[in-house]
């Protein structure tokens, strides 16, 4: 399995050094995380291994960390992809798959069964199994979640998937498809669109009418209240005379 990303003990040991180097590292910022989970955790992009090689070369020429830490200021270390990186802005919190599901309200293992479906995919991947997703899915997935009050199937929800990742491919490159490959699929997506549109049209009258017919029975539910609290007691009234021909004896 290619690895996305490195978690901080799977950093460590393909890094191969010590908790206390690592700590150390941390302390004079010399390896910078990608990214950080929602609890803070950081992750690391596998480059970040050969990053911690050149930092090993640098200690092992006699160079204290203080000393590593100004030359990264001023020179850095020897990796295009990272000023790439703090261009594009990577550093930003990513949700783990609890994370996500307690984000969106549902459970761990509906995120798993999406996840098999192939309706959503993890942005980035560890070796042993651990994935973040970008804030974006949230969005997502509760787009998913309101198909399915629609009515639509996961597998009729996995083709609304497919769609979407069609047209940011094409939106990236017109040329990802033939013209006439990318006709079709354009074509395909307006008509799930058409598809949807109709649906949600139908759902609207829906919840129109539930609302008026809410609203009337709220007020004829109210109406009876007001009646009922109006209406005399006679069991209680009863009681009470009892009470007052006790009295005289």
């Not at 109406?223 to 009234?237: D, G, S, V």
Request: with cysteine; net charge positive; aromatic share 8%.
């Amino acid at each position: 399995m290619a690895k996305d990303f490195l978690i901080r003990d799977e950093f460590i040991k393909e890094a191969k050094i010590s908790e206390k180097v690592f700590r150390e590292w941390e302390t004079f910022n010399i390896i910078k995380p990608a990214g950080f989970t929602e609890d803070n955790i950081p992750f690391y992009k596998p480059r970040a291994v050969d990053q911690a090689n050149h930092v090993k070369k640098l200690l092992e020429m006699g160079y204290p960390p203080e000393d590593i830490q100004k030359i990264l200021r001023k020179v850095g270390l020897p990796d295009k992809s990272n000023r790439e990186n703090k261009k594009s802005g990577e550093l930003r919190k990513h949700l783990t798959i609890g994370g996500l599901a307690e984000r969106v309200g549902v459970s761990i293992r509906t995120i798993k069964h999406w996840e098999d479906k192939g309706i959503i995919e993890a942005d980035m991947r560890s070796e042993g199994g651990f994935r973040l997703f970008s804030q974006a899915y949230v969005y997502l997935c509760e787009l998913i979640k309101d198909l399915q009050l629609f009515g639509y199937t996961l597998e009729e929800i996995k083709t609304g998937s497919d769609h979407f990742r069609d047209f940011l491919a094409i939106e990236e490159n017109i040329n990802t498809y033939s013209t006439e490959e990318t006709a079709k699929k354009l074509d395909s997506m307006l008509s799930a669109i058409a598809q949807l549109t109709g649906k949600m049209n139908l759902l609207k009258k829906g919840i129109s009418r539930w609302e008026e017919l809410i609203n009337k029975k709220k007020r004829e539910i109210n109406a009876l209240k007001r009646r009922n609290q109006k209406r005399e007691k006679p069991e209680k009234k009863g009681e009470e005379k009892e009470i007052k021909g006790g009295d005289h004896e």
